[in-house]
């Protein structure tokens, strides 16, 4: 009877452990958010994308821990293999989750749509934020970033636009620039803005850039930065312009 008992526990164990993802190969993980993806990335089978972040406990702080997030694709039944990424830059890692969706990049041209996830490094003078934008590549059965390694600050921030001024597959961000001898944090600042885009299956590629005339508020008088869609006049008008 006690076999039986102990065999019991051991089958329940190695279920919960197979079923556990990346908890099994990494307890000291969690999941923090998922998404069903269906076929909506150009899969022949259907996925899921799970996120997770280091757990938290007495001793490890999720603004101090050097261990980043990470997403895994995961799929549905049995005809795929799991595939997992670290968000990292280089060396340094981000370990705080923050989003995790599927997203539309592109209106009538293959890929349509893509997994949108941004993870955070905090522990600094201002939290830095990774963005990253995920799909399959049918060739190599495998899931990949279409961006190149893209930051914003925590006054930053980005827009995915399927389809702008006639161009399909636009990526824009605002990042703050800060003279801090002349310039509070969180006070008024100029912004770089980055217009990229989704020049193949392969990658966003950067189209223009540059800087605004104007300061915008910080977080100082501002709830929210909102950069972008002031400046959409200009973006427009330099999306269809060559470089």
Aim: aromatic share 8%; net charge positive; glycine share 8%.
């Amino acid at each position: 009877m006690k076999k039986g008992v102990a065999c019991l526990i051991l089958s329940l164990i190695v279920m919960l452990l197979h079923a556990s993802g990346v908890e099994a190969d990494h307890p000291d993980y969690v999941s923090v958010g998922n998404v069903n993806l269906g076929t909506a990335l150009g899969t022949t089978n259907e996925w899921s994308a799970t996120a997770y972040q280091v757990r938290e406990t007495d001793t490890v702080s999720l603004e101090m821990t050097e261990k980043p997030a990470r997403l895994c694709f995961n799929p549905l039944n049995d005809s795929g293999t799991r595939q997992c990424f670290y968000a990292k830059d280089g060396s340094e890692a981000f370990p705080i989750f923050v989003e995790l969706k599927l997203v539309a990049i592109r209106e009538s041209r293959s890929p349509k749509s893509g997994v949108l996830f941004v993870a955070e490094a905090g522990g600094k003078v201002e939290p830095t934020r990774l963005i990253t934008i995920w799909t399959y590549h049918s060739r190599s059965g495998t899931f990949h970033n279409l961006l190149p390694t893209t930051r914003i600050n925590l006054q930053g921030e980005y827009v995915i636009i399927p389809n702008l001024h006639g161009i399909e597959g636009v990526f824009v961000t605002a990042n703050r620039i800060w003279n801090a001898e002349r310039e509070t944090l969180y006070g008024n600042h100029n912004y770089t803005i980055r217009i990229y885009t989704l020049q193949n299956a392969e990658s966003y590629g950067l189209k223009r850039q540059y800087v605004t005339r104007k300061k915008y508020p910080g977080l100082d008088d501002a709830e929210k930065i909102d950069v972008i869609s002031s400046e959409m006049k200009t973006i427009k008008k330099l999306i269809g312009s060559k470089p």
